[in-house]
């Protein structure tokens, strides 16, 4: 089984900073990754996919990048409707990471 | 407006069996693959199931594997869960979600959810 890892696991930020989550996989899954946002109460929601591709109607100020194993999330600039949890999803044989919560600092 | 809405959720005895219902709208049902996926309180995300367009391809999960069964009736544009010999470990907050590719595999995403339907197994 692939084995997938977040990092931070939490963290705090203010608005307009830039925010990196990393996500790590156990072995090689090529570009096949994917990123959702989760706010409480609320379904996931895709924000991009194969790796560094957005999905429709997602803002610009958030980008995906990495292949491989090794693979980042980053909010050019954090907005208040930002603050949530943040999963990975390796779609090679699917599974999610454990999730970074970005709260208020 | 694409939709999904779940059904069938409720509290249940361990051992006992429970039957998931996800209906779609709002788009062509039968060209998309289709999962299921849980999430436990207060936990993260797992995915369950999975299912091509036309059932031909299907997957589970290791933790659920031989006690649930996938389907989809495309004429009835809904999803269905089978789940048997429940578990205190599958109470969960199901969600039904929509694939952007016609086919169960690698490169799955889920880019439509519903709102879930709650299980709770206890006794």
């Known amino acids: 089984d692939i084995q997938m890892t977040q990092s931070p696991s939490s963290l705090s930020a203010s608005v307009g900073d830039r925010v990196t989550i990393t996500c790590r996989a156990s072995?090689?899954?090529?570009?096949?990754l994917n990123w959702y946002q989760q706010k409480p109460g609320k379904a996931p929601k895709l924000l991009i996919y194969?790796?560094?591709s957005l999905q429709s109607g997602v803002p610009s100020r958030f980008s995906g990048s990495g292949s491989g194993t090794d693979f980042t999330l980053t909010i050019s600039s954090l907005q208040p409707e930002d603050f949530a949890t943040y999963y990975c999803?390796?779609?090679?044989?699917?599974?999610f990471g454990p999730g970074t919560k970005v709260d208020i600092k | 407006e694409v939709q999904l809405v779940e059904s069938g959720g409720g509290l249940v005895q361990p051992g006992r069996s429970l039957r998931l219902s996800c209906a779609a709208s709002g788009f062509t049902f039968d060209d998309y693959a289709m999962h299921w996926v849980r999430q436990a309180p207060g936990k993260g995300l797992e995915w369950v199931s999975g299912?091509?367009?036309?059932?031909?391809?299907?997957g589970y999960a290791d933790s659920v594997k031989g006690r649930f069964t996938i389907s989809r009736d495309n004429a009835k544009n809904s999803l269905y869960l089978q789940m048997n010999s429940l578990r205190a470990e599958d109470t969960a907050l199901y969600y039904c979600?929509?694939?952007?590719?016609?086919?169960?595999?690698?490169?799955?995403?889920?880019?439509?959810w519903g709102q879930g339907t709650m299980v709770t197994v206890s006794s």
């Open positions: 072995q090689s899954i090529s570009s096949y």
């Open positions: 979600a929509k694939d952007p590719q016609y086919y169960y595999g690698s490169g799955s995403a889920f880019d439509i």
């Open positions: 194969a790796a560094s």
């Open positions: 999803q390796q779609s090679y044989s699917t599974g």
């Open positions: 299912i091509s367009w036309n059932s031909g391809s299907i």
